[in-house]
């Protein structure tokens, strides 16, 4: 354990300046955060690495749980950033490793200060007690990194996945659901949730859903578009389908799907065609 008040106060007033000589020996070839130009990120990017010293100093010693809970808020400040999140992780672990080089070697040279004092197992408890607490300040931000790269990730995904399936109006009444690409399970799910949210606040009667640019779906995905007919059905829109292709067809009747209900076209112009016909008519 740290107890040794001098050797405390020895790292305080030598991590002054240790980020100034971080920054000097920083790599600025390297991707993500640690190549930025601007001065703002550059004064924000030492600030966190300046903060990073001083709850170094208070945690150096103290068990993995005092540690975690001692940098808890600096972890998730760091590790939530933009800047930290578009850095590679090798590169953030590679100035995490020489942040621990730097104390190690302060350790030796207030060791050899006060050579007479301290001895070889009292110094390797000192550099043990570095590494550990590094180790667990690493392990934590990876941790919260990735948690947070994960929820960027999702809501990146939630975001394409809404403007790749946008319900265009046709008429007052009537809508379009034109759908390109491959749909997974997880496409399918917010598509489900977001064309029964947009056609109930456009007022829609009639969809139709365009699955001329799907290549192929599996069965998980065919069962969760005519969940959404059914959906829709129950909200009071009336669905018809058009461009579903060979494949997508044979996955419907593998499913058990009853087609007897649905408007099934073989091509969008064709069933928009049928409906100006029965606009006319009415």
């Given amino acids: 354990m740290f107890k040794n008040i001098e050797l405390q106060d020895f790292l305080l007033k030598k991590t002054k300046g240790f980020t100034e000589q971080w920054y000097e020996t920083l790599d600025k070839d390297s991707a993500g955060v640690y190549g930025e130009t ?42 939530n950033d933009e800047a930290h ?7 953030v672990i590679k100035e995490f490793f020489r ?46 990194n990735t948690k ?26 009537s809508g379009l659901l034109p759908l390109i690409g491959e749909i997974n399970t997880y496409r399918a799910k917010i598509v489900f949730e977001k064309v029964l949210q947009q056609c109930h606040e456009k007022s829609i009667e009639r969809l139709f859903i365009d699955l001329s640019g799907v290549p192929i779906i599996d069965t998980m995905v065919a069962h969760q578009i005519f969940q959404l007919i059914e959906g829709l059905k129950i909200i009071g829109v009336r669905t018809a389908l058009a461009g579903i292709s060979p494949e997508i067809a044979q996955t419907a009747i593998q499913l058990g799907i009853n087609f007897g209900e649905i408007d099934v076209y073989n091509k969008l112009d064709q069933a928009l065609r049928y409906h100006k016909l029965e606009f006319a008519k009415n």
């Fill in 38 to 79: 601007e001065p703002q990120a550059i004064e924000k990017l030492k600030q966190q690495n300046y903060e990073f010293h001083e709850l170094f100093c208070k945690a150096f010693g103290e068990n993995e749980k005092d540690c975690l809970e001692i940098f808890h808020d600096w972890i998730i400040r760091v590790a």
């Fill in 85 to 91: 999140l578009a850095t590679p992780f090798n590169a």
């Fill in 99 to 144: 942040t621990q080089k730097q104390y190690l070697q302060l350790i030796e040279d207030f060791a050899t200060q006060q050579e007479e004092m301290i001895s070889h197992e009292q110094l390797n408890k000192w550099n043990q007690s570095i590494v550990d607490t590094m180790n667990g300040v690493i392990l934590e931000f990876i941790n919260q």
């Fill in 148 to 173: 947070a790269a994960e929820r960027r990730l999702n809501a990146q995904q939630e975001m394409i996945v809404e403007m790749s399936a946008p319900v265009i109006l046709l008429s007052k009444d």
